[in-house]
């Protein structure tokens, strides 16, 4: 429990000033866990607050509670000073509340327009849907953020980053005065992100109130007023942002210094476990071709759209390739699906772990022991002890953080998702594993555990791909990274040719 001489005193011109929307005192119960314990935030016109905590510390459920998904145990909601409730998400959008989600909730078969204003279309005439009339306010909208999507498009034609940005213009399409972003930058371009910086810039002008859940200090300290810091369920501290440090930030989250995010090690590597040559795709990558060793790890580093993903899912038998050749321990093998690379010792951590890495509806222990099933049963049946020893061993490897073992996959913070699929494959035993953005939308003491448990990894002899778009990561993690641009290798890098100045130009093509 966290004693209340290690809470920094609320600053007193935060708590004081006028609010748009407040939470004072909220407690949220679940079966078996307290999600908050006497937490109060603020938001004000004007002006942009940073929630900041670790996975687990309660930033999602408020986000829930000030959306009207989930209504709290205790405490109040105020609006303009004055108590109120939001007992579906429907008074919440009536409140002008309107939250942008780091994982988009859209329909693929419906177009952009329709995906912007499901639930509230302009009407026309006998109460009928004005078709042209959404389209119009649907352009309108994606104008205002930068966004050129044609409205009329379905919305499975688009890709990660645009779908991001129908999300936004959804968000947007209330008349609202409180605007969510929770991790709003994770699937979006280096360019994108200071449009959406602009965005934000303009939403504050026209004085909004936001509220911004991000895990990247660079983007708290660039964009925020104030902030606000929750740890295990409970308010730490907040204040100005201008007041306070990244150091003090991170104590206040963690309850610990965590001054080196990236282990100390010594790389060590054995035999070439990994040899690809003249993998081609007809239209996402070509000609790519490496060789991997026992105890590497081996960064892949692009800006969007350099096929990195695309060529490690084909690695891993998701996509076919239209030619190549892949190698394991010097045994040419042939890669036509999932299974066949499980068999050859080849895991892959998606990117996008809530549509390819689990299973939501199922238990943590379930999820886990999917791939090995065949390692726990005997004569076809599956020994249950066995499934939750499996499961246990590497959930406590990892840290995950979870009521019990039961708990759906669902029900987690992102962080503790992505140590759910890690784990699955970990508990494969592979000879290699491809890591796709490990620390996506992961806190930054969770960071430094995903860090450590790579370092472990490498250490043991196990072969580590990762794929990242964070630079800091890639120079603290790699010992070699390959450099893609438009679904080709640009460049291999090591040792001191290894800077973010390399990186970004081999990345850019200049």
Known sequence: MLKQTDRPVPSQDVSQRHAVLALKGITKTFPGVKALSDVSLSLFPGKVTALIGENGAGKSTVVKILTGIYQPNGGTIEVDGMPTAFPAPQDAADNGVTAIHQETVLFDELSVAENIFLGHAPRGAFGLIDRK????????????????????????????????????????????????????????????????????????????????????????????????????????????????????????????????????????????????????????????????????????????????????????????????????????????????????????????????????????????????????????????????????????????????????VGNLSGGNQQKVVIAKWLATQPSVIILDEPTKGVDIGSKAAVHEFMAELAAQGLAVIMVSSEIPEVLGMADRVIVMREGRIATELAGDDLTPETLVRHAAGI
């Open 133 to 408: 009339g959404m389209v119009a306010q649907a352009r309108d909208l994606l104008n205002s953020i930068g966004a050129q999507i044609d409205p009329e498009h379905k919305l499975r034609d688009l890709g990660i980053a645009n779908k991001h940005l129908v999300a936004i213009a959804r968000a947007l399409s209330i008349d609202a005065r409180v605007v969510i972003m929770d991790e709003p930058t994770a699937a979006l371009s280096h360019k994108e992100i200071e449009e959406l910086y602009e965005l934000v810039e303009s939403l504050k002008a026209q004085g909004k109130a936001i509220l911004f859940i991000s895990h990247k200090f660079d983007e708290v300290f660039r964009i925020a007023d104030n902030y606000t810091v929750f740890r295990d369920g409970q308010l730490i501290g907040d204040g100005a942002i201008a007041d306070v440090s990244e150091t003090e930030l991170v104590k206040m989250m963690v309850g610990r210094d965590v001054s080196q995010i990236f282990p100390k090690r010594t790389p060590n590597p054995g035999d070439t476990v990994l040899k690809v040559q003249g993998y081609d795709h007809p239209t996402e990558f070509d000609d790519i071709g490496f060789t991997l060793r026992t105890g590497e790890i081996l960064g892949f580093y692009g800006l969007v759209g350099a096929g990195r993903s695309e060529f490690m899912q084909a690695l891993f038998g998701i996509t076919r390739t239209s030619a190549g050749t892949v190698e394991v321990n010097g045994k040419q093998v042939e890669i036509r699906s999932p299974a066949d690379a499980v068999a050859n010792g080849i895991v892959y951590v998606p990117e996008d772990r809530g549509a390819q890495g689990a299973i939501l509806d199922l238990p943590i222990f379930q999820n886990i022991t999917l791939p090995s099933l065949g390692r726990i049963s005997n004569n076809g049946f599956l020994q249950l002890a066995e499934e939750f020893k499996l499961a246990r061993d590497y959930t406590e490897r990892l840290d995950l953080r979870a009521a019990s073992l039961d708990t759906p």
